[in-house]
C-alpha cells in the first residue's frame, strides 16, 4: 500500500458542486500540505497543517478549504467548485520541514 | 518568506550530452533544499537533498547538486543525459522553523534530442 493515499484519483464535476479530496498517510508525519499543479505554473501550495490543531493559508487558499480530520488524515474542499479549479491536485506529507513525499494524485475536472 | 526561482522554462539537450539546471531560493536561514522529477503523467519522485554538510551532494539516476550560499544557489546537474530523463524537474526549499513550509520553483521542463 502507498504510504500516502488520495481519493479519488479522477473526478469530473459541476460548476458549483462541493468536492472534496481526501488524503491519508501511514508515515506517522506531523506536517501535510494540499498543493495544486496547473501546467506551466509548477506546484502551488494551497494549504498546510502541521498538526491537528494548526491549520495554515498557502499561496491559493481562495475556493478552498481543509480538514485535518487526524494526524493521518488531511482533506481538500472545493465549496463550490468552477472551471478555473480544474488541476491535478497533490497531497504531501513531511516530517519537520523535511522532503516531501507525495501521493499518486488527484486530477480534478470541473466542468 | 521563502521563494524559488527557476530561470529557465524548458530545456532541450542532446542525449549524452551535460546538463545543468538552475535554481535560486530566496530565505533568510540556511534552508532545507530539493529537487524533484516528475515524469509525464507521474507523481513527484525525490532526486536529491540538502540539509547540511557537504555542499556537493549526490542523488538518484546519477544527478548532483551544489548549494553556494553566496549565490543562493542549488543547480542541479547531470554528466551525461539519457532519452528517459526528458521529465519536469523542480526545485524546492524547506527549513526546520516551525512555521515554514515547502515551496516549490516553476518548474523546468527538459526535452532529450536522440
Known amino acids: 500500500d502507498a504510504d500516502v493515499t488520495q481519493t479519488p484519483r479522477n473526478r469530473i464535476t459541476k460548476t458549483g458542486k462541493r468536492i472534496m479530496l481526501e488524503c491519508s498517510q501511514t508515515?506517522?508525519?506531523?506536517?501535510m500540505y494540499w498543493y495544486r499543479q496547473d501546467p506551466g505554473l509548477g506546484l502551488r501550495l494551497i494549504y498546510y497543517?502541521?498538526?491537528?490543531?494548526?491549520?495554515n493559508k498557502g499561496e491559493i487558499s481562495d475556493g478552498y478549504s481543509v480538514s485535518r480530520q487526524a494526524q493521518a488524515k488531511f482533506s481538500l474542499s472545493l465549496e463550490s467548485a468552477i472551471p478555473n479549479q480544474t488541476a491535478l491536485y497533490f497531497c504531501?506529507?513531511?516530517?519537520?520541514?523535511?522532503?516531501?513525499?507525495f501521493g499518486e494524485g488527484s486530477r480534478l475536472t470541473v466542468l | 518568506a521563502q521563494s524559488v526561482t527557476q530561470p529557465d522554462i524548458h530545456i532541450t539537450v542532446s542525449e549524452g550530452a551535460s546538463l545543468e539546471l538552475r535554481c535560486n531560493y530566496s530565505?533568510?536561514?540556511?534552508?532545507?533544499l530539493f529537487w524533484y522529477v516528475q515524469s509525464p503523467g507521474q507523481g513527484l519522485q525525490l532526486l536529491l537533498k540538502?540539509?547540511?554538510?557537504?555542499?556537493l551532494v549526490q542523488g538518484i539516476k546519477g544527478f548532483e547538486a551544489e548549494f553556494k550560499r553566496s549565490q543562493s544557489s542549488f543547480n542541479l546537474r547531470k554528466p551525461s543525459v539519457h532519452w528517459s530523463d526528458a521529465a519536469e524537474y523542480f526545485c524546492?526549499?524547506?527549513?526546520?522553523?516551525?512555521?515554514?513550509?515547502?515551496?516549490f520553483g516553476p518548474g523546468t521542463s527538459l526535452s532529450v534530442i536522440p
Open positions: 504531501a506529507t513531511s516530517s519537520m520541514g523535511r522532503e516531501l513525499f
Open positions: 508515515k506517522g508525519h506531523d506536517r
Open positions: 497543517s502541521f498538526d491537528v490543531k494548526d491549520i
Open positions: 530565505y533568510g536561514a540556511t534552508p532545507y
Open positions: 540538502y540539509f547540511s554538510g557537504d555542499t
Open positions: 524546492a526549499v524547506g527549513a526546520e522553523t516551525s512555521y515554514d513550509k515547502v515551496i
